[in-house]
């Protein structure tokens, strides 16, 4: 009975963190791609739009993540039972799992499944990560500049030039970056909204990679602690099945006896990244 439970819980449980992790790295990597793209051809309209998505993954990356840690950590450590350790584990992970997959924010979705609002997370993030001071004002900069809004108007504008008379203010328009030129020296003038697309490409990618790679951690210790993909006949992206002694760990880490894929050790360290 007790391997049935397990048959039952745990590759259900492991297919689903696998499913998790990739979403979020094909997500990340596209926006990411996107982002440097639009910098590169200098699209910052566009750039807007991928640079606040990015910071809205990094955000929902650093919360998921961290709650799948925390509990895998109380999961790993739960005593052997017949039928008490897979409904304990499944009991800790299957409600992050199920709100991650399925949150919403629109009038359909079930009062019960309702996705924290993104704009929680953002200041989480920006709380949790070093520099993170000015995520929240790059994240307002982006989205003022994603809708038809100030933002979306100065993105190809240079500052506002005054006359020292202060009578009169200009600026000036173009798709390219912009300088002042005069009296043999060049000036280059801020792109406002280009600076938040960049420094939020900077800070995000930090952080997403770096989840991306703990959490990979997390998902294979999960697999090879309990041996999920032994106990079904699915073909799955990280189905590893242990095995012993001082031979190279599936998981690419390191020798099995050192990774400590078993019940009752620590598991991965899953922390915003700094």
Known sequence: MADQAAAVIYPELHTRMVSWWLCHAWRGLDLLEDTIENLWRWRIASGAVTGRALIEEAASLNDEARKLGEAWKTGKITPAGELSRPQAVRDTLAPILLHASFGSRT??????????????????LGKQTAGGENVLHWYDWLSDA???????RIAYSSPPIGHQSRAVMMRVYARSPLSLVGKGSTQDLEPTIALAVADSLILSGKVITGLLEQSLALVDDFGLTTSAATLTRRSYWRN???????????????????????????????????
Do not use: I, M, Y
């Open 240 to 274: 590893f099945v242990p095995t012993r002694g001082g031979r190279q760990c599936p998981c690419g880490r390191g020798r099995w006896s050192d990774c400590r894929h078993r019940w009752g050790g620590l598991a991965p360290v899953v922390a915003t990244p700094n």
């Open 146 to 152: 994603a809708h038809p809004a100030f933002g979306s």
């Open 107 to 124: 009038k359909e979705s079930l009062a019960t499944l309702q996705a924290t609002n993104v704009l929680t997370l953002v200041k989480k």
